[in-house]
């Protein structure tokens, strides 16, 4: 052997056992982290310049990251694997490692789902019409509910954690809030179809079953509010606006 290397010989007698496959997991993993970055910087940037759209700028922005950062934790969670001795630390540290990844993707997938409820919402090509304007922040307050449920199933599984458990005792706590909250959770899930039904808008002019009279000034999730030709602000729980019968003299 060339005398010039006989110090990478000794080097690598001296490591201990399992070392050098670590730093080589832990290299592929630099290596495709500057590989993405490069491909994404060089590459990608100039053909999604070339798109009308703006939906590959911005999967290019949320996912870059993601995507670099994933190849070096995975060749970190391999060079644990075979560096480190202790199961318990090795544990903890993919753990960690998972916890990472699971908040990097998951604020990609917030970031991408919000903006394709933007799209559908204000599209003028037809693709919005099953999401309209006055709807998007209900499509959206259940899209965030969701996949926080869906990130926190999976942090849960991360951390070996049963979730069967966690999920009968939020179940019960869910139970004795609805049983304490049923009207404030009537007057939202009324709120909720008001809003996508849309049987009137603000600056209508309604007149209720049981007398009420004035111009819409704001459709919240609880209540309705409106303004008599009195200039009176009459509050009404969505629990009745979605029960009452309306005469909308504006037309609707």
Do not use: C, H
Not at 189 to 207: E, Q
């Amino acid at each position: 052997m060339d005398s010039r290397w006989d110090w990478l010989a000794v080097v690598a007698e001296a490591m201990p056992e399992g070392a050098m496959e670590a730093i080589s997991w832990m290299s592929g993993g630099v290596v495709g982290a500057i590989a993405t970055t490069l491909l994404a910087s060089k590459v990608l940037t100039k053909l999604t310049a070339r798109s009308s759209s703006s939906l590959d700028d911005l999967l290019l922005s949320a996912l870059r990251m993601p995507v670099a950062v994933t190849w070096l934790l995975l060749g970190a969670s391999q060079a644990i694997e075979v560096g480190v001795r202790s199961a318990t630390t090795v544990s903890v540290l993919q753990a960690v490692i998972s916890t990472v990844l699971i908040a990097l993707w998951g604020r990609a997938v917030l970031t991408i789902g919000s903006y394709v409820l933007q799209r559908a919402a204000y599209a003028n090509d037809g693709v919005g019409r099953f999401v309209r304007p006055q709807t998007l922040p209900v499509f959206y307050f259940a899209f965030q509910i969701i996949s926080y449920a869906v990130l926190g199933y999976a942090l849960l599984g991360a951390w070996g954690i049963d979730p069967t458990a966690v999920l009968a005792s939020l179940g019960i706590v869910g139970l004795a809030i609805g049983f304490a909250a049923q009207q404030s959770l009537s007057d939202l899930f009324a709120g909720v179809m008001i809003i996508a039904d849309s049987p009137f808008k603000i600056g209508d002019f309604l007149t209720l079953d049981d007398g009420s009279r004035g111009k819409v000034v704001r459709i919240g999730i609880r209540s309705t509010r409106m303004l008599t030709v009195r200039q009176v602000e009459i509050v009404v729980p969505n629990s009745k606006m979605s029960t009452a019968m309306i005469v909308n003299e504006s037309g609707g």
